[in-house]
C-alpha cells in the first residue's frame, strides 16, 4: 500500500535520520586524514630544520 500523494502547498515533512553512523564514519575519517597529514608535515618540517 502506497502513501497518498499530499495536497499541492502543502510543505513536506522531513526524512528521518537513518545515516548517522555512515555520516560519523566520514566525519571520522576526515578527521584522521586531516591529523595524519598535519603529522607529516609536521615530521617533514623537524627534519628539514634538522638537516639545515
Known sequence: MTTP??????P???RPRRRRGRTALRHF???LSYGTGLSAAGLLG???????
Open 5 to 10: 500523494t499530499p495536497a499541492p502547498g502543502t
Open 12 to 14: 513536506r515533512t522531513p
Open 29 to 31: 575519517v576526515r578527521g
Open 46 to 52: 623537524y627534519w628539514i630544520q634538522q638537516m639545515l
